[in-house]
């Protein structure tokens, strides 16, 4: 069982910057693929970042440029650092780990992004 808390979110104005955190629950954290997934508005789930234990890395091609996201496996977190946001980039952000079909989620962290 892996437990997912984010923070970060908040009201920015376009233009601005956010970075969002995931601290992971357990020991194992470098075995799982982490993501970073949003819903907007109306809209369905998307998957935005995520970077595999070994180091690879997969965009949205609406991000890419803008967004980076990391992991320090030694503190068990998963950041994503957000450039040049939009008000299209309003949504819940969701952290997410999985391995070998397992899926874990996090409760979500808000982003607004509004002037």
């Known amino acids: 069982q892996v437990q997912l808390v984010e923070s970060g979110g908040a009201l920015v104005q376009p233009g601005g910057s956010l970075r969002l955190s995931c601290v992971a629950s357990?020991?194992?954290?470098?075995?799982?693929?982490m993501g970073w997934y949003r819903q907007g508005p109306g809209k369905q789930r998307e998957l935005v970042a995520s970077?595999?234990?070994?180091?690879?890395?997969k965009y949205a091609d609406s991000v890419k440029g803008r967004f980076t996201i990391s992991r320090v496996n030694a503190r068990n977190t998963v950041y994503l650092q957000m450039n040049s946001l939009a008000p299209e980039d309003t949504g819940v952000y969701y952290c997410?780990?999985?391995?070998?079909?397992?899926?874990?989620w996090g409760q979500g962290t808000q982003v607004n992004v509004s002037s």
């Open positions: 997410n780990a999985e391995h070998l079909g397992w899926s874990y």
């Open positions: 357990g020991r194992i954290f470098s075995i799982y693929t």
């Open positions: 970077k595999t234990g070994g180091g690879s890395t």
